[in-house]
C-alpha cells in the first residue's frame, strides 16, 4: 500500500541496485558511450514487440523496497525528514542538499536496465519557425500523461499489452529516457503516482523545481500495492527560469468541488526576463462526462484569467483534456478572451487540424484511437518555432499503446517556444 514519501524516497532506481555508475566499468558490450541526448538520436528506430529471444530472466522488484548505488545518498538525507501528506497542499521537498547528477550518467543507468528490450522509436522535430531567428534560445516544453502505474497494472485493461512490458523497474526507465532525450525546459506530467521515490529525487538532482498535486480522490488508492494517489507534476530548470508564483487548482464544476486539479505557475525567463505562466492540468475523462469537462475547463480559464492578468503575462497550457476537438470545451479554449491557439494544429498542412490521435490503446470494450492532449499558448505573445511529430501507425505497431517499446498509452508532445518581440501588436 502506500508509503510515506520519506521512507520511499530511497528507492529511485530499485532496478539498478547492482548496476555500475561510470562507464569504464561498464561490460564490454555496453561500453560504448550512450547517444548524444537529443530529439533526432534516441537509441535507435524499431517497430514495437516483446524482448529479443533467449533473453535473460528479468528480477521484478516491488516498488521502493532497495537502493540504487548511484540515489543511495538519497537515503541519509532524507531519512530524518517528516513530509506532510496532506493533499491538499503543495508538495515540495527541499532538494538543496543533495548532489547534482549528469544525466549522462541517468541515461546509462537507464540503457543497462533497457538493454534486453526493443530499441526507443525514432522522432523527429518539424521545423515550424516563420520568423526570423529568435535572439534568446527557445523554450522547451514537453507535455505527457505517462500512465499511472497502479491504473496501468491495475484498472486500465490493456488486453494487448503483456502485463511483463508495464513492470515499474523498467517502464520508468524508459519514462526516464524520454525525458531526457529530449531535454525539456519544462515538463507537465499527469497520472504521476510515483512523485516522491521517483521524479522528485531524480529531477531535483538534474536541476529541476519539482511540483506535485494529487487528486484529492485518486483511483489509485482503489488498487491493491499501489504508491499513492496521483496527480499532476509541474517541473521546470531552475538555472533558466525564477519562480514568481504557483496555485494548486482545484478545478470545479458548477460550483462544487471536483476530482480534478491543475498547477499553474507565473516564471520570469533569465535570459529576457520576462513573465510567463505555465500550467498543467488533467480533466475528468470517460464518454458522458461532456458538460462536466466543459464545466471544469471554465473554471480553468477563469482561474487563468486572473493569473495572467487578463492575458498581460504570456501563457502556456499542457494536458491532458480527455476531449476531442469536436467537444465544447475544446472549442471554450480556441475562443477564449486569452487569444490561445493548439500548437500541434501547425503540424497539419493547413495549420487548423489536430493530429489524428495523441492516444492509441486497445481495451476489453475495444481499439481506442483519440485525440485528447494539448499544448495551448498565447498566439499573440508567444511563437512556436518547432513541435516533435508523433509516432506513426507502423511504428506504433498492431498492438498499440502501451508496449515494450513505449511506456504509456499517451504520445509525449514536445514544442520549442520564443517570445514574440511585439505581442501588443497582435492581441
Known sequence: ???????????????????????????????????????????????????????????????????????????KTLSSSTVSQHQDCLEQLDSARLDPIDPKDLLEECQIVLQKRPPRFQRDFVDLKKNAASNHRPIRVMQWNILAQALGEGKDNFVQCPM????????KCLILEEILAYKPDILCLQEVDHYFDT???????????????????????????????????????????????????????????????????????????????IAVTHLKARTGWERFRSAQGCDLLQNLKNITQGAKIPLIICGDFNAEPTEEVYREFSNSSLNLNSAYKLLSPDGQSEPPYTTWKIRPSGECRH??????????????????????????????LPSFNYPSDHLSLVCDFSFNPDPDRLL
Not at 164 to 171: G, H, M, P
Not at 202 to 227: A, H, I, M
Not at 236 to 257: G, H, V
Open 199 to 277: 521524479f522528485e529525487p531524480l529531477l531535483s538532482r538534474l536541476g529541476y523545481q519539482c511540483t506535485f498535486f494529487p487528486k484529492p480522490w485518486s483511483p489509485c488508492l482503489d488498487v491493491e500495492q499501489n504508491n499513492g494517489p496521483d496527480g499532476c507534476a509541474l517541473f521546470f530548470l531552475k538555472d533558466r527560469f525564477e519562480l514568481i508564483n504557483s496555485a494548486n487548482i482545484r478545478l470545479t464544476a458548477m460550483k462544487l468541488k471536483t476530482n480534478q486539479v491543475a498547477i499553474a505557475q507565473t516564471l520570469k525567463c533569465h535570459e529576457t526576463g520576462r513573465l510567463f505562466c
Open 164 to 171: 511483463e512490458a508495464l513492470k515499474w523497474e523498467e517502464r
Open 371 to 400: 485525440t485528447l492532449d494539448y499544448i495551448w499558448y498565447s498566439q499573440h505573445a508567444l511563437n512556436v518555432n518547432s513541435a516533435l511529430g508523433l509516432l506513426t501507425e507502423e511504428q506504433i505497431g498492431p498492438n498499440r
Open 1 to 75: 500500500m502506500y508509503q510515506s514519501p520519506a521512507r520511499c524516497l530511497c528507492s529511485a532506481l530499485p532496478a539498478l541496485c547492482c548496476a555500475p555508475t561510470s562507464a569504464s566499468l561498464l561490460p564490454p558490450r555496453s561500453r560504448a558511450a550512450p547517444p548524444p541526448l537529443g530529439p533526432a538520436t534516441p537509441r535507435a528506430a524499431a517497430a514495437g514487440g516483446p524482448p529479443a529471444p533467449g533473453a535473460l530472466p528479468r528480477t521484478v522488484c516491488s516498488m521502493g523496497n532497495s537502493t540504487s548505488r548511484l540515489y543511495s545518498a538519497l537515503a
